[in-house]
């Protein structure tokens, strides 16, 4: 039904920038609320940014000045832009519905590391 696609991760020193991307189908993309979410190793999974519909964003604290989420309703991909990256930042990153649809993609990881 749901399928959700993570790309863009990698490898990245402190203060560098990634951009993220999830195509998704199966659903109405252009009606739901998205959002980003990640888990770090030993933590559980947190949302960090969303986006509704019409485009308003809301972020996480730890995240709020340095990333930015943004959609294309037309592409039916949601974006991550992240910048001033922080070893904290190390996780695997995920998009989904806000709320989530119980169906997670394999994510996309990022390791941020000197």
């Known amino acids: 039904q749901v399928q959700l696609v993570e790309s863009g991760g990698g490898l990245v020193q402190p203060g560098g920038s990634l951009r993220l991307s999830c195509k998704v189908s199966g659903t109405s993309f252009s009606d739901d609320a998205m959002g980003w979410y990640r888990q770090a190793p030993g933590k559980q999974r947190e949302f960090i940014a969303g986006i509704t519909s019409r485009g308003t964003t809301n972020y996480d604290n730890a995240v709020k000045g340095r990333f930015t989420i943004s959609r294309d309703n037309g592409k039916n991909t949601l974006y991550l832009q992240m910048n001033s990256l922080k070893f904290e930042d190390t996780a695997v990153y995920y998009c989904?519905?806000?709320?989530?649809?119980?169906?997670w993609g394999q994510g996309t990881q990022v390791t941020v590391s000197s």
């Open positions: 989904n519905g806000v709320p989530w649809y119980n169906y």
